[in-house]
């Protein structure tokens, strides 16, 4: 064989090997195609987001301390910003002394109704004791015994016994209104000098600003000796340990997206070493222009068909968050195992809906009532009047 079949021969040798590889090659991806492939949606355009709770004061005051700054963690119910309590520490003095004086002309209310019902008593004495007499009277006035005008008196009496138990019940009547079906615990007089007692209480303890979440703080707005004003947006706090990621799929992509599918998610600050697990918890109502602050024209006759990108919500593992903190705004490549397909669109997701809360200001009412409660057992000097007294 000369040099020159050998050459071709090793030439075509090559040339299979090569066919050989690009069939393999093209074989495995179609199989990896049809077992993955087809059946994932990936984007880049995804970023980290979360809440971004912001602290604001609840009455107007003027800063005397800040117990936190940016990049600061802090707990749900910490003092963030502390108010001058000078104004609002008087307001609950003059309401203390108000409830304090109201608790006292409520007893003297009771004590001026038991009186009427005693005096309505003796008034009753009175009318039996003369209607007695004029009894008597009468029957000696039929034999003689007696004068017309001892008889006429004694019926003038009467007359005037039973205009004075009148007069007394009218009376009792008009004061025991007052008091009627109450105890001074829950008297309206009372009940509103207590409202106003625990309004003022509030106010003071409303001096000091708590962390509404735990979280980390950003964007603080406030300096001390700064006078502000009630809602002022003093700082904001990021709980990191709840964020998502949005993920902007292309209107394309959407076809076989559905509620609860399995999401694997990398971010750039970490690198691929670090994968991120969660679900996919519902898309947008619509895309991202549709609400833009200035959404297109598209009825205009310069129109452009752009491929529209509709906003996905992510929820993340927080176990996995916590291991490895995500801020908000990162860049996340986001990957959607779209296998589970049964559903339709749009169809209400099997995740439960997101919803927030805070306890922190429960407590701002707490301890009012216990002031409340105090005030009046000083005042009441004695057991309370009984209801229906």
Excluded at 24 to 46: N, S
Excluded at 245 to 259: C, G, I, M, P, W
Excluded at 288 to 317: C, E, H, Y
């Amino acid at each position: 064989m000369t040099q020159q079949e050998k050459n071709q021969a090793g030439n075509k040798h090559f040339t299979a090997l090569v066919a050989g590889g690009v069939i393999l090659a093209t074989a495995g991806y179609g199989i990896y195609w049809l077992t993955a492939m087809q059946y994932r949606e990936v984007t880049e355009d995804a970023y980290v987001e979360g809440n971004l709770v912001q602290v604001t004061n609840q009455i107007a005051g003027t800063v005397t301390a800040i117990a936190a700054d940016n990049t600061d963690r802090v707990r749900a119910g910490q003092e963030l910003v502390k108010l001058g309590a000078v104004d609002a520490q008087l307001a609950l003095e003059r309401s203390e002394a108000v409830l304090a004086k109201t608790v006292r002309q409520v007893r003297a209310q009771y004590a001026s109704s038991s009186q009427m019902q005693a005096n309505v008593e003796l008034r009753r004495a009175e009318l039996g004791k003369v209607q007695a007499d004029l009894d008597r009277r009468a029957q000696l006035g039929d034999s003689g015994a007696i004068s017309g005008e001892d008889l006429e008196h004694a019926r003038e009496a009467v007359r005037t016994a039973r205009a004075a138990l009148s007069s007394a019940e009218q009376q009792f009547a008009s004061n025991h209104a007052y008091v009627d079906g109450t105890s001074v615990a829950t008297h309206p007089d009372v009940l509103g000098a207590a409202a106003q007692v625990k309004d003022a209480y509030i106010a003071t303890v409303r001096t000091s600003v708590p962390a509404p979440v735990s979280g980390m703080v950003a964007r603080r707005n406030v300096q001390v000796g700064q006078r502000v004003a009630a809602g002022t947006a003093l700082m904001s706090i990021v709980p990191v340990e709840s964020v998502w990621v949005t993920a902007n799929f292309k209107e394309s992509q959407l076809r076989h997206l559905r509620s609860g599918q399995p999401v694997a998610l990398t971010a750039d600050a970490y690198g691929s070493a670090v994968v991120y697990h969660g679900r996919l918890v519902g898309e947008e109502a619509g895309t991202g222009s549709a609400f833009s602050l200035m959404p297109a024209q598209n009825a205009t006759g310069n129109w452009i068909k752009v491929v529209q990108r509709v906003p996905v919500r992510i929820a993340l593992d927080p176990r996995e968050v916590a291991r490895h903190p995500l801020q908000l705004g990162l860049s996340m490549r986001v990957s959607v195992d779209t296998h589970e397909r049964e559903q339709t669109r749009l169809a209400p997701g099997t995740t439960p809906p997101q919803a927030y809360r805070t306890d922190v200001f429960a407590r701002e009412g707490r301890d009012a009532s216990a002031v409340v409660a105090r005030i009046i057992a000083a005042n009441l000097g004695g057991a309370a009047a009984p209801a229906g007294q």
